[in-house]
């Protein structure tokens, strides 16, 4: 009979170990990319939740890169597709190929059959083509003539878009978005990190050759799904629970909105609160996790009363006025 004292041990050891892997993630990324430590971590959430990623900033502020980076670090396939009004669903997905040889028709496919998808400028491509990804980021396959593909695992879209162009662009409809884990906003550099960039570049760090700048994979599938299990593990109380649904339920009545967080969006900040409590080095989850991933949880899953944004309202202004008049639970 197997001693339980022992297989705790063992799986604290593989977290342990998993956490320290995934912690190296952010040194390695550091090593190309200045500062974006809150997309970073938002990165590595998602990994842990099975989740997807939308980064939104101007151009410039290293978004491809990031994603890049994340890729270089990690022992898996990644693969890029850059998005533009001609680009056609079978581009993503695959299609079938006629075979001259046999005379049979093959399946053929995309990039999207890859570990880590980076859709780059995503919102430039017509709904036709964002829509090809609805069932690959929900149900991770990919139906073709009928058949469904399962895609490998681990599967993240990361997708980056530019939130001041808007002349040949292609706003995500809700239930696009509402697919997304997070979004992430992507800020210009302070004066400082600006400076240790320039420094860089001066010194001939070249953004193309990633591995001449030193990142190297530091951690792999059979790490990620040690951390995963440890996530699972952590504790969630019922006064944790209700505070979630709450602050998702006042979004709903907020005067501001007229589209709230979905039991969906709460599921999903119930999951990447317990990834951050996890990597802060808890097993249990505190009303401080729900805050600091409320923002990049829920900020694409509301949507503005017209009036609203006239007068400069946001999205995380109503969410930031919704937690600091929320009871937090003890």
Known sequence: MTDPTTDN??????????????????????????????????????LLCRGHVLLEGVPGVAK??????????????????????????????GSL?????????SFQPGPVFTNLLLADEINRTPPKTQS????????????????????????????????????????LPE?????????????????????????????????????????RPVAGPADLEAARAAVARTTVSPEITAY????????????SLTLGVSPRGATALLATSRAWAWLTGRDYVIPDDVKALALPTLRHRVQLRAEAEM????????INAILAHLPVPR
Do not use: W
């Open 175 to 215: 239930a696009q978005l509402d697919r997304f884990l997070l979004k992430l906003t992507v800020p210009l550099p302070s004066r400082q990190e600006e400076i240790d960039v320039l420094t860089r570049h001066a010194s001939g760090f070249d953004p193309r050759d990633l591995r001449a700048a030193g990142v």
């Open 244 to 255: 979630v649904v709450d602050l998702c339920r006042a979004t709903r009545e907020s005067p």
């Open 132 to 171: 090809s990804l609805l069932e690959a980021m929900e149900e991770r396959q990919v139906t073709v003539d009928g058949t469904p593909r399962p895609l490998p695992e681990p599967f993240l879209v990361a997708a980056t878009q530019n939130p001041v162009e808007y002349e040949g662009t292609y706003p």
């Open 97 to 105: 190929v006629y075979d001259t040889r046999t005379a049979e028709f």
């Open 9 to 46: 041990a063992g799986q604290n050891g593989d977290a342990g170990a998993a956490r320290a892997s995934l912690e190296a993630l952010r040194t390695e990324i550091a090593k190309a990319v200045v500062g974006q430590d809150p997309a970073v971590t938002g990165l590595v959430v998602a």
């Open 311 to 318: 007068e400069g309202v946001t999205a995380d202004s109503v």
């Open 64 to 93: 491809t890169l990031l994603v890049r980076s994340l890729a270089s670090a990690l022992d898996i396939d990644t693969k890029r597709v850059q998005f533009t009004p001609d680009l056609m669903p079978s581009d993503v997905t």
